[in-house]
């Protein structure tokens, strides 16, 4: 699996990543490389090998959620801006945000992680439950949150220092 990954190359628009990221899990499962890719693109085309619960499973728009919180409102230390949840989609695609704040949840380790994107053409992934499901719960979910807490402050405070001068 390891000579079939370093075939793959990330391309650095990230919306394409996300095919090929699809096409890792794909070879990671012993399965045809474009499974996913094609089912995206297609519906269920498994040929019986997985179960899909409806035709039009993988065929229906991605939801972007990005939390978009007012922190005039709901800026204070502690506030649950995202509770902790996984998403329904196949793959959470967690960009870099100019806010920190967002916690996920190593399976290992069942601690709360900070998330630090580094600059660039960078991306956090996570299963969603579409992918827990098509796995028969071998690849789980991951857990994510946003909460408001001193990092996000200190960045609030530059800005808004910029934007009243
Ligand atoms: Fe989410």
Redesign the pocket.
């Known amino acids: 699996m390891r000579e079939c990954l370093s075939n793959l190359h990330l391309t650095t628009n990230p919306w394409y990543s996300v095919s090929e990221l699809a096409d890792m899990v794909a070879i990671g499962l012993g399965i045809p490389s474009d499974t996913f890719r094609e089912a995206g693109r297609y519906g269920c085309v498994f040929s019986g090998q997985l179960l899909c619960p409806s035709e039009n499973f993988f065929s229906r728009p991605h939801l972007l ?1 990005p939390t978009a919180s007012d922190l005039v409102k709901y800026g204070e230390k502690d506030t649950i801006l ?1 509770g902790f ?3 329904l989609n196949f793959l ?1 695609i967690h960009g870099r945000s100019r806010y920190p704040g967002l916690n996920v949840w190593a399976r290992n380790t069942g601690k709360r992680i900070p998330v630090k994107i580094p600059p660039g053409n960078n991306l956090l992934v996570q299963a969603g439950k579409q992918l827990e499901h098509l796995t028969g719960g071998l690849i789980k979910a991951g857990f ?1 949150e946003v909460v408001v807490n001193d990092a996000t402050l200190a960045v609030w405070t530059i800005h808004l220092s910029h934007v009243l001068l």
Request: without cysteine.
């Open positions: 959620a995202a949840h996984s998403d959470t994510h």
